[in-house]
């Protein structure tokens, strides 16, 4: 896990702590002489894998409250931009913070711009971090974490006062709905308990009367005023802030407030240094004043540390993978053996049960193709009933058709051939084909007209059944060259009936 390292820039010194798990331990402490940036450099080195913070308690901070129009996300930088230029003389550690939208049709967007005014002040350290490559998340300031503290000491009101000791003077700012409109530094000349207790008496009343002149709130409106110190000055400053008019002061223990942030070294004195410090590791805000270049290093090991996340990832599911195909190759190895296993014990009982088996003249492959075709001439197998009875209900109703002959099989006649000839079959297991002798019995006196529409209309019957294909090999009466074809209705035409020959062919799609 990467080592947390915070450091806390006052106008005199900056001071180095380590994080670890809610702990806070100093690590040194710096001025701005030469010797002492040297020894920060030095200190720096050894320490570059961490990822430093910077929380900054200078007078020299501003606040302005702005308007822009409502703009697309481009736009809105560009402008942000050109106004925080505008307002802070260019200065490189400046931010801006939105307090939501004006409730017109326009959509006006409201907007603190703050900036630290003296980046002068800041450059030493700055350098001396580029210089170690040290990763520097952001610079962040004490009145920006202000309405973080009072929302988790439970004072987050519309309008309210937040005073804390920090160094040797009160930081005292003005928040609303959470956010710092106005922060500013009051020295402390007397540290004992007593004056520090007038202090922030004197200081919360200041406050007030500067708020009323800017209209910031009403001369009548009352103001809650929070005050965190230690344990010690605790009584002394409830005795001092009474009878201050409309301020509503309320006084937090720090070892108290430390406990509630989850600070495992509560102050030693009336300071709230290590309160902020915490919130800015549990809790940091969204925006910081460090430009990008003072955030370069930052970026580059964030970059760094998530190409080595997405490597370890990868290999964390190459390795998973490897696992699961290493365990299923274990488990297939496993049932083979047992299948192998099986099959010896099934060829063993086979070949115990087959020799019992009575012994034949052939071979097992010889059997075997026999036993095959004996399957097939057995689905083959089908009987002349259904194809007969059919046949039957048709000449029941046709009594002048007399049968003579009836042959039936398996198989089907090839186009063209003769009637009966051997050459003329070709065997399809799935056809059954009955062929149909027979001649046209009627009275003497009937014509061959007569005796063809009977005929006509015995192979439309049959015809009328989808599955049947119909073909007349031979016509009821006589095509030979020598006879003439008479088609008139003499009533004496002699000779027996000439006999016709008709194949039914039907497909088994059973």
Same mark, same amino acid.
């Given at each position: ?20 798990? +809610? @702990? ?6 710096? $001025? #701005? ?12 080195? !050894? ?26 996300? /481009?736009?809105?930088?560009?402008? =942000?931009? @050109? ?85 040797? $003077? ?21 540290? $004992? ?36 110190? /230690? !344990?010690?000055? =605790? ?17 937090? #223990? ?11 070294? !509560? !102050? ?14 549990? %809790? ?8 990008? $270049? ?6 580059? %090991?964030?970059?760094?540390? /998530? ?10 599911? +190459? ?33 115990? =049960? ?74 399809? +297991?799935? %056809? ?54 008479? /088609?008139?209705? #003499? ?20």
């Amino acid at each position: 896990m990467t080592a947390r390292r915070l450091l806390y820039l006052d106008a005199h010194r900056l001071t180095a702590y380590a994080w670890r798990q +809610g @702990r806070l331990d100093a690590e040194g402490s710096f $001025s #701005d002489s030469a010797d002492d940036l040297a020894a920060f450099s030095r200190y720096l080195a !050894p320490r570059r894998g961490s990822r430093f913070a910077l929380l900054a308690n200078v007078a020299e901070e501003e606040h302005v409250l702005d308007t822009i129009p409502f703009l697309a996300r /481009g736009d809105r930088q560009a402008l =942000i931009a @050109r106004r925080l230029s505008q307002q802070f003389m260019g200065s490189p550690l400046a931010t801006a913070f939105s307090l939501g939208y004006e409730k017109t049709r326009r959509k006006n967007e409201k907007l603190l711009l703050s900036a630290l005014t003296n980046p002068a002040g800041f450059e030493p350290w700055l350098k001396c971090l580029a210089a170690a490559e040290a990763p520097l998340s952001g610079i962040y300031t004490v009145a920006q974490l202000g309405g973080t503290l009072l929302k988790k000491l439970g004072g987050d009101k519309k309008g309210s006062l937040l005073l804390t000791m920090q160094d040797h $003077s009160i930081r005292e700012s003005y928040l609303r709905d959470g956010q710092t409109l106005f922060s500013r530094m009051a020295p402390v000349n007397d540290s $004992s308990i007593a004056g520090l207790a007038s202090a922030f008496a004197a200081e919360a009343g200041k406050l007030q009367q500067y708020l009323i002149g800017q209209r910031l709130i009403g001369r009548d409106d009352r103001l809650p005023a929070l005050i965190v110190a /230690g !344990p010690a000055a =605790i009584p002394a400053i409830g005795r001092a802030c009474q009878g201050y008019g409309n301020l509503d002061f309320s006084v937090i #223990d720090s070892h108290a407030a430390a406990r509630q942030l989850g600070l495992k070294t !509560p !102050p030693e004195d009336n300071r709230c240094d290590l309160l902020y410090l915490q919130l800015l590791v549990t %809790d940091p805000p969204r925006q910081q004043f460090a430009g990008a $270049s003072h955030r370069h290093a930052d970026q580059v %090991d964030r970059l760094r540390r /998530g190409i080595l996340a997405g490597g370890l990832v990868a290999l964390l599911g +190459g390795l998973l993978l490897t696992a699961h195909n290493v365990w299923t190759s274990h488990e297939l190895h496993q049932e083979t053996r047992t299948l192998r296993a099986s099959e010896s014990e099934l060829e063993a009982r086979y070949r115990e =049960i087959a020799a019992t088996f009575p012994q034949l003249a052939i071979d097992n492959d010889t059997l075997r193709r026999l036993t095959d075709q004996h399957a097939t001439l057995v689905q083959q197998q089908r009987s002349p009933e259904p194809a007969l009875r059919r046949l039957g209900q048709i000449l029941d109703r046709l009594p002048a058709i007399v049968l003579d002959r009836l042959d039936w099989r398996i198989g089907s006649a090839a186009p063209g051939g003769a009637a009966g000839s051997a050459s003329a079959i070709a065997i399809d +297991g799935n %056809d059954e084909v009955v062929t149909v002798h027979g001649h046209v019995q009627l009275a003497p006196t009937a014509t061959t007209r007569d005796r063809l529409t009977v005929f006509n209309e015995f192979i439309e019957r049959l015809r009328q059944d989808p599955d049947n294909t119909v073909r007349i090999r031979q016509q009821p009466f006589d095509m030979e060259s020598t006879r003439p074809l008479r /088609g008139g209705g #003499d009533a004496g035409e002699a000779g027996p009936p000439q006999p016709f020959v008709v194949e039914i062919s039907r497909t088994d799609k059973s």
